[in-house]
Each structure stands twice: as C-alpha cells, then as structure tokens.
C-alpha cells in the first residue's frame, strides 16, 4: 500500500476500539475505504502514499471479550495544516467490516521536534563528560603548577633563619609550626602567613612575634605536638591554639584536613589539654614548681569570703543562665549586664575597652591573662567557672568561682 516517506516530519498516533473480532487488514481497508474521496484527490490516502508523503499505515490490535482494541500509526511528511486534516479524518471511521468502531486521535508527535530533544539531552551528556574530564586534568595541571610555585616561596626569617612564607611580615595573624615540613605543607595549600620552630626549643624570633602580631599554635596531633605546645605557651604569647587529627602530623593533611584544623582552631584560655598532657601534670605534682602553682589555686579558690556588697542571688541567678553558655557577661556595680559577648573574644575585648567595667561573669576558665587584663583595666570582680594556672593574683582583684557563689548560704 504505497511507500514509505523519505522524511518524516509527524507521527499520528490514534486509538481504536471496535465491538467485534476483526483483523488488522480490516482496519487498514477501513481507513483507506471510509476517507476516499472525502477530502479530494489531492488528500487522498492512496495518492499520498504513492507520492511518498504518508508512509506505510501501522495497526496494532488484540481482542478481549469480543471486542478489538489497538493503535493506528501513521507518519506524515505533509506540514501540519495537512497532517492535522489527515488525523480529523480518521476519527471518521465508524466501522470495520460489519462491526462498529471508533478511532481518537492520542497525540500527532513531531519527529524533528523529538530528535532536536534528544540531540540536546546527549549534547549536553557529551559536553559535560568533556568539561569534566578536561577540568579535572586542567585543575590536576594548575594544582601542581601552584604547588611548585608555593613551595619555591619559601624564605629564610629572622636571624636564625626560620623556614616562612613570604607574608610573615604583612600579616597581622601568624600561622606557627614546628618544623620546615609542615611550612611546605601549608604554602602547598595556599597559607604564606606560616613559620616554622625547627626545633623543640622556642627561637626568638617566634617569641617577638607573638608580642605584635596574632598567633595560631598549629601542631601535630601526637605527643611530639603536645611537648611543642607545652614549651611555646610557656615562653610565647600564643592567642589561638590548632592541632592536626589524632596521630596525624602537620606535614602530611590534606588541603581540607588543614582547613578543618584551622577553622576548629580554640583561644588559649579555653584550650582543654589532651589526656597525657593532665597524666603529665599528675606526675610533676612532685615538683617544687608545681607545688608551687598549686598552692597559689588554692589561695585564690579560699577566697569565698563575698563582701557584703555583692547581691549574691543576683549573681547565682546569673551563674545559672550561663552555665553550658560559654558566654560572657561584663556587669556595671549594681549587676547590671552592659554587654554579653563569647568567652573566646573576652580577652580581646577587654583589652580594647574604654569604659569602665566593675565586673566580668563568664563560663570559662580564670587564666593569669585574663587575671592581667582585669588588673590593668582596673576591674573589681572576676568570676569564672573554674580556675586555672595561676602564678599571681593582683592584689586590687576579687576572684571567685560558680562554686563560690552556688554553695554559698546566705539570706540576701
């Protein structure tokens, strides 16, 4: 019956439903029968086929019941003023053979249409495989061109020559390190604020650039890394306190390791020793130097006797808002909170205060700078979750704990 389009523009996809048993041949004779001459010569179906604009007709059927149910596909090269007219057409159709029928137009699909959809959903598989390949072997290139270029920004700093990046100087914050390794690690990554120790014992260096500028203690996560940390907290003025992940060295993080570590970075006066450096102190309780220290918490925690002048309900009240809070609150005489700020920013805002403060409550740890800030600001009270290691206490000063206050009897 005729061929079959040599370009197919539309497909006319159609449903039929007839009441009785017939074949698909009975289908096809019907369509051809019932719409000759209905629309002319020039629509004719036979005439179209032979012309090559409608392709060879398609039925699919099955039977249930007595009845046929199936679809009718026909692929169109006309344009769609024509092929709209064709598909009318065939929803004329009322009868194969001897039995009644009904056929629907389900949908006319646009094959070009259909094709430049799926060119697009491909094209666009094909250029993202092609961008991500490419990507990743231009990242990989500029990684390592970087790298190279990092590590050659390595500089000697200081009279005894400290490995650093080339921004120690321009930098207010400091990255400090303990060796030459973990230096090249971190200018790999893009960190030029960084110096090295290069050795267990603390270089000058290091000691006058804590005076001036911000530092980050960044050490390995082992007890190498603890013992560093424990000489430079002693000689140094380190702001900021960041270890690498348990048993992992500085030198050997990754780029997210090392972002991570820094982020999660804690102020000096909240930094919570790891369990050997405490079994470490346990042990040096023998000593005359941790006698010492020892005898000077416990002055400072005997101190319970409250002037009179203190509401103390007011501030257990208060003790009891901040607990688990790690706020802050700077108190005028009358106990009154003139701002709450973080414990990790206390030190720092103390320090750059122009009024006058009477007093600090704060869940946190009482250290001697904290104790020195107090002092030099001229601040009467200072209570703090828990004390420290304390080597003096400013005479001017009132010191206490929560505990002072929460077990404290009294009938104000």
């Known amino acids: 019956m005729g ?29 051809f029968g019932q719409t000759e001459g ?18 060879r007709i398609q039925v699919e059927l099955e039977s249930k019941g007595g009845k046929s149910f199936g679809e009718i596909i026909i692929p169109s090269s006309m344009d769609r003023v024509e092929t709209a007219v064709i ?5 004329t159709i009322d009868k194969v053979g001897p039995c009644s029928a009904k ?36 990242k990989e290139l500029t990684e390592e061109i970087l790298k190279s270029v990092r590590v050659r920004e390595i500089v000697k700093y200081g009279p005894e020559g400290l490995p650093a990046g080339p921004e120690i100087d321009s930098s207010d914050t400091i990255i400090v390190t303990e060796g030459r390794a973990d230096v090249i690690n971190l200018l790999r990554h893009g960190y030029k604020n960084v110096i090295g120790m290069e050795g267990a014992s603390v270089p000058e260096t290091i000691k006058e650039l804590s005076k001036k500028k911000t530092i980050i203690a960044f050490v390995d996560g082992d007890r190498g890394g603890e ?28 780029a997210k390791e090392i972002a991570k570590a820094l982020r999660n970075k804690v102020p000096v006066e909240q930094y919570q020793p790891t369990i050997s450096e405490k079994r470490q102190e346990i042990a040096k309780e023998v000593t005359k130097q941790e006698v010492k220290q020892e005898a000077i918490k416990q002055e400072v925690k005997l101190e319970t006797s409250i002037p009179p ?23 005028d005489e009358n106990l009154d909170v003139k ?34 800030i107090s002092s030099n ?14 080597a003096k206490k400013p005479q001017s000063l009132q010191v206490f704990t929560f505990d002072d206050f929460l077990t404290q009897e009294t009938s104000q």
């Open 3 to 31: 061929g079959t389009p040599t370009t197919a523009k539309y497909i006319i996809y159609a449903g039929i439903e007839i009441d009785g048993v017939v074949d698909k041949p009975d289908v096809i004779g019907a369509i």
């Open 38 to 55: 209905l629309l002319g010569e020039e629509l004719d179906l036979r005439e179209l086929q032979k012309s090559g604009r409608i392709g």
């Open 87 to 91: 598909a009318a057409a065939i929803e």
């Open 103 to 138: 056929v629907y137009i389900k949908k006319i699909e646009d094959i070009r249409e259909e094709k430049r959809r799926k060119i697009i959903e491909r094209a666009k598989e094909i250029l993202l495989h092609w961008e991500t390949e490419n990507a990743f072997e231009v």
């Open 227 to 254: 013992l560093v940390l424990r000489e430079l907290l002693q000689v140094a003025d380190v702001d900021y306190i960041a270890r690498a992940p348990p048993g992992k060295e500085v030198e050997e993080l990754t």
């Open 309 to 331: 002048n203190i509401n103390i309900n007011k501030v257990r009240e208060m003790i009891n808002q901040l607990q688990g809070s790690l706020e802050a609150n700077i108190v």
């Open 339 to 372: 701002q709450k700020v973080a414990v990790r920013e206390l030190a720092d805002i103390l320090q750059n205060i122009n009024e006058k403060v009477y007093g600090v409550i704060f869940d946190g740890v009482i250290t001697q700078r904290l104790l020195d």
């Open 377 to 390: 600001k001229g601040i009467s009270l200072l209570v703090g979750a828990r004390i420290g290691n304390i």
